[in-house]
T-cell receptor, first 114, second 111 residues
Framework: ETGVTQSPTHLIKTRGQQVTLRCSSQSGHNTVSWYQQALGQGPQFIFQYYREEENGRGNFPPRFSGLQFPNYSSELNVNALELDDSALYLC?????????????FGQGTRLTVV | DAKTTQPPSMDCAEGRAANLPCNHSTISGNEYVYWYRQIHSQGPQYIIHGLKNNETNEMASLIITEDRKSSTLILPHATLRDTAVYYCIVRVGGSNYKLTFGKGTLLTVNP
């Protein structure tokens, strides 16, 4: 148990729809990162939020967007879903003020786009 | 972040030590070596990290060569629950917590 919780655990959406995934970070952690993991691949960095601001972004289109709230929880929004968006979406939290520490991952949300 | 190279798969007998190699020949002086593992359908789990010196914790040991171009993760007494994909990641320590995952090594621990 890492203290990072994600919801929902599984989700099925239709191509073209929009989806919102949620993440509650571990207590005391003010940085949240999102990753996409396609089947058989390692997780790929989407973006990171620190104190409600985007603090780095990977190679993902603008239809992937996020939010971080004052309590450091976060949302990942994906618009205009495509079949290739089917993946495990992982949230990770870490304490930004502590250097060289590890990130704690949630169990992920399995998104299937049909 | 520097690129890493790991074997795609390894086997280990239960109770024996598992030694997982990682090459990171382009590592920079300020880059750390991190190891995570991912048990099937779960989120990645942090194992250990180091800069220059060998490190040990309750899960594993990390041996980094003197030139820092390679490292080995050692699980001293592998159990069936250690079957997982192990990722070696090299990243700059500090404020940006982006982790660049490769495909990792699938370690299978056999009874």
């Amino acid at each position: 148990e890492t203290g990072v919780t994600q919801s929902p655990t599984h989700l099925i959406k239709t191509r073209g729809q929009q989806v919102t995934l949620r993440c509650s970070s571990q207590s005391g952690h003010n940085t949240v990162s999102w990753y996409q993991q396609a089947l058989g691949q390692g997780p790929q960095f989407i973006f990171q939020y620190y104190r409600e601001e985007e603090n780095g972004r990977g190679n993902f289109p603008p239809r992937f967007s996020g939010l971080q709230f004052p309590n450091y929880s976060s949302e990942l929004n994906v618009n205009a879903l495509e079949l290739d968006d089917s993946a495990l979406y992982l949230c990770a939290s870490s304490p930004q003020t502590v250097l060289n520490t590890e990130a704690f991952f949630g169990q992920g949300t399995r998104l299937t786009v049909v | 972040d520097a690129k890493t190279t790991q074997p795609p798969s390894m086997d280990c007998a239960e109770g024996r030590a598992a030694n997982l190699p990682c090459n990171h020949s382009t590592i920079s002086g300020n880059e750390y070596v991190y190891w995570y593992r991912q048990i099937h359908s779960q989120g990645p789990q942090y194992i250990i990290h180091g800069l220059k010196n060998n490190e040990t914790n309750e899960m594993a040991s990390l041996i980094i060569t003197e030139d820092r171009k390679s490292s080995t993760l050692i699980l001293p007494h592998a159990t069936l629950r250690d079957t997982a994909v192990y990722y070696c990641i090299v990243r700059v320590g500090g404020s940006n917590y982006k982790l660049t995952f490769g495909k990792g090594t699938l370690l299978t621990v056999n009874p």
